[in-house]
Structure formats: structure tokens, C-alpha cells
């Protein structure tokens, strides 16, 4: 079974495969020519949070000033996969001159896609397209799904908020701290005992 790496570039190849299988369609229903392009799968600017399944960088961007496109390495669905990539070739072909806007609305639309135009949603005929195309390129690498575990930034001390019923000074400590003893309020003048009120915080 190939490893994460391998599977990385088969899906590197399989969608520069599939860029020249979706060519003549996208030229001819968009008026556009598709540059030369560099697609990565990855994670987005956005993060692994990110709505997008896709993002197109200018070419000033790039070294040797070609366009380069990375897809969502989470999205494993061949037919959703070539959805973000026409997307995303849209913004290459217009080196993302004009957003979501009007030139990119109408070659959007002329290719077959529907919704808003920062979405990937398709035709019924955009669709069959894209199954047709699919089924020639074979299964996308990896198309089981790859697995990501979001992981917290481990807290590993509790901060409970200690405050002055006189005067309303607050300060955080541990229950270290207050296992030891309750203090006496610090504002000038107070002296009252700080009584404690959990409350969660960053270590410090």
C-alpha cells in the first residue's frame, strides 16, 4: 500500500491529468485559456478550518510566475476534487485578476457551475461531465480518505480567578497556590481575603 507520500503525488498527477482531460470543455464554454498551472494538495491559507476546498495563487506569487492551485487534501471525492479544480482553473485563467466578480461570474457560469461564486456547486449537466471525466482519469488516490485528528493545544494547568468582594480586584492562580492559603486583596487601602470563582484560562 503506497504511504501518505506516495499518495500525495499520485493525486499531483491524477489532477494534472485531469486538467488536460477538462481542457477543450473549459476553453469552450468559458472563452478562457487554462495557463500553465502547478497543483498541490495541501492545506489552504485558511487552515484545516477553511470552508474552501481550493485556492489559486497569482503567478508574481510564484518563482518562475506560474500559477499554482492547491485542493484540500481532506476531500477525497473524485467528482467534488474536479468541482474545486475547475473552480479553481477559472481564477488561474483570469490569474485572479478579478475575484469572484464579474469576468470570473460569467466564465463560472458558462462552465456550468451554479450558486455563488465563491462555491464549487455544479450543473446536473457540469456534474455528468465531471463523473464522465472521472471515470477515465480511475480512482482518485487515496480516495478512501486520509484522516485528520483536530487536536486542542493541551492545557495543562487550571487558572481560577480569585476576587475581592469589597473592591472587585482580581488576580489567577493555581490551586497550588490557594491550597496554601487565601490572599489578601492587593488595591491599595483593601486588605479584604480574595475568595475564589473557577474560571478556565492559557497557562501562564
Not at 487552515?47 to 518563482?63: E, P, W, Y
Amino acid at each position: 500500500m503506497p504511504d501518505a507520500a506516495d499518495y500525495v503525488t499520485m493525486r499531483e498527477e491524477w489532477l494534472m491529468n485531469a486538467v488536460e482531460g477538462m481542457r477543450a470543455t473549459f476553453e469552450e464554454r468559458t472563452g478562457l485559456t487554462i495557463p500553465t498551472v502547478r497543483i498541490g494538495v495541501g492545506f489552504l491559507t485558511g487552515g484545516v478550518r477553511s470552508s474552501a476546498g481550493g485556492q489559486c495563487f497569482k503567478r508574481s506569487l510564484s518563482a518562475d510566475g506560474v500559477n499554482e492551485i492547491i485542493i484540500l487534501v481532506t476531500v477525497c471525492d473524485p467528482v467534488t476534487v474536479l468541482s474545486i479544480l475547475g473552480h479553481e482553473l477559472i481564477h488561474a485563467a483570469l490569474d485572479n485578476a478579478d475575484g469572484h466578480t464579474k469576468k470570473f461570474l460569467a466564465a463560472f457560469k458558462a462552465m456550468g457551475y451554479t450558486g455563488t461564486a465563491k462555491s464549487h456547486a455544479v450543473t446536473d449537466q457540469l456534474e455528468t461531465d465531471y463523473e464522465t471525466l472521472s471515470a477515465a482519469l480511475g480512482a482518485y488516490p487515496g480516495d478512501e480518505g486520509l484522516a485528520f485528528e483536530m487536536q486542542k493545544r493541551k492545557q495543562t494547568t487550571r487558572m481560577i480567578a480569585l476576587v475581592c468582594p469589597h473592591c472587585g480586584y482580581t488576580v489567577r492562580t493555581t490551586r497550588k497556590w490557594i491550597a496554601v492559603g487565601l490572599p489578601t486583596c492587593g488595591a491599595p487601602g483593601c486588605g479584604g481575603t480574595l475568595t475564589g470563582a473557577d474560571e478556565e484560562g492559557d497557562d501562564a
